[in-house]
C-alpha cells in the first residue's frame, strides 16, 4: 500500500505539475515543497498538498496552439 508522501507525488505527477508549480500556488518555496514529500514535515502539510494538487488542472504543454504532447516532467 502506497504512503501518503507517495500517494502526493504520484498525483502531482499524473496532473503533469512540478513541485515548483504545486509549491507556487500553496505560498511556500520549492524546498520546502519537496520536504513535505518527502515526509519531513507534519502529515497534515501532506494532506494540504494533496488538496492543492487535487485542484489543480493538467499542466498543458500547448504554447503554440497545437496539439498537446505527453512527456514526462521532472521533479
Known amino acids: 500500500m502506497a504512503t501518503k ?4 507525488r504520484a ?3 499524473d496532473k503533469r505539475l ?3 508549480q504545486v509549491a507556487d500556488k500553496m505560498k511556500v518555496s520549492q524546498s520546502h515543497y519537496s ?5 519531513e514535515q507534519p502529515p497534515l502539510l501532506i494532506e494540504i498538498a494533496m488538496g492543492f494538487v ?5 499542466r498543458s504543454s500547448r504554447t503554440d496552439g ?3 504532447r505527453a512527456g514526462r516532467l521532472k521533479d
Open 5 to 8: 508522501k507517495q500517494t502526493l
Open 54 to 58: 487535487n485542484r489543480m488542472r493538467f
Open 11 to 13: 498525483m502531482r505527477l
Open 35 to 39: 520536504s513535505v514529500e518527502r515526509g
Open 66 to 68: 497545437g496539439s498537446q
Open 18 to 20: 512540478t513541485q515548483a
